[in-house]
């Protein structure tokens, strides 16, 4: 099935809110959308996950549009230590092994 | 949040030579374990799913004899690259599914292993 698409790269500056898109427009209905990112040289780590509704958790906000074919990851004030590659992923459920794609590699700059 | 940890964190070894990577979870059963594999610039490439007390699953084109794994408790996986080329350096990562948990997520990542292979 066709996996979700990212920006390559992004820049965000310090202190500002860092908005990361995803097309999904392939998902099916019972499937959650989940993004992840990793620090360099470090082990991928979860952030936030939803079906239809926004969410919102300590590190971020999500919200997937209403045909929900697509999704924006909100880090409301980007900090250095936000740079990353975030993955964006579909699946059924928490149960299913991960599949990742290219992601989007954000930059925050002093 | 559950941990999962690996050892050795990075690792160095001569051409021809096996490397014993274990992954463990720390403060839950997992009786499923996945491992990947990540080239520098690249993404995370899953290689295999690893179940205890059974035989790991391996994605296409990932050799089952160059990669074993074993999985014989609900804490602790091992993948051992077998007589190891320079081609397999990689970082190498591994996560543990925590059934028990509700929520946010089920899986959970290690920090990862560097092989440098001369």
């Known amino acids: 099935d066709a996996k979700t698409t990212q920006p390559t790269s992004m820049d965000c500056a310090e202190g500002r809110a860092a908005n990361l898109p995803c097309n999904h427009s392939?998902?099916?209905?019972?499937?959650?959308v989940y993004w992840y990112r990793q620090i360099h040289s470090q082990g991928p780590q979860y952030i936030i996950h939803g079906l239809k509704n926004n969410e919102t958790n300590e590190m971020a906000s999500l919200i997937i549009t209403e045909d929900r074919k697509s999704s924006t990851l909100i880090l409301p004030h980007a900090t250095l230590r936000d740079t990353a590659v975030y993955y964006c992923?579909?699946?059924?459920?928490?149960?299913?092994?991960?599949?990742f794609g290219p992601g989007t590699s954000l930059s925050v700059i002093p | 949040g559950a941990v999962v940890s690996q050892h050795p964190s990075r690792v160095i070894c001569k051409s021809g030579t096996s490397v014993k990577i274990e992954c463990r979870s720390l403060d839950f059963q997992a009786t499923t374990m996945f491992w990947y594999r990540q080239f520098p610039k690249q993404s995370l490439m899953l290689m295999a799913t690893?179940?205890?007390?059974?035989?790991?699953?391996?994605e296409q084109g990932v050799e089952k004899d160059k990669f074993l794994i074993n999985h014989a408790s609900l804490t602790l996986s091992t993948l051992t690259v077998t007589s190891a080329h320079p081609e397999d350096s990689s970082f190498y990562i591994c996560?543990?599914?925590?059934?028990?948990?509700?929520?946010?997520?089920?899986?959970?990542f290690g920090p990862g292993t560097r092989l440098t292979v001369l």
């Open positions: 392939t998902i099916s209905g019972n499937e959650y």
């Open positions: 992923i579909k699946r059924e459920t928490s149960y299913d092994k991960v599949i």
């Open positions: 690893s179940n205890e007390g059974s035989k790991a699953t391996y």
């Open positions: 996560s543990a599914r925590d059934l028990s948990r509700t929520g946010s997520d089920t899986q959970y």
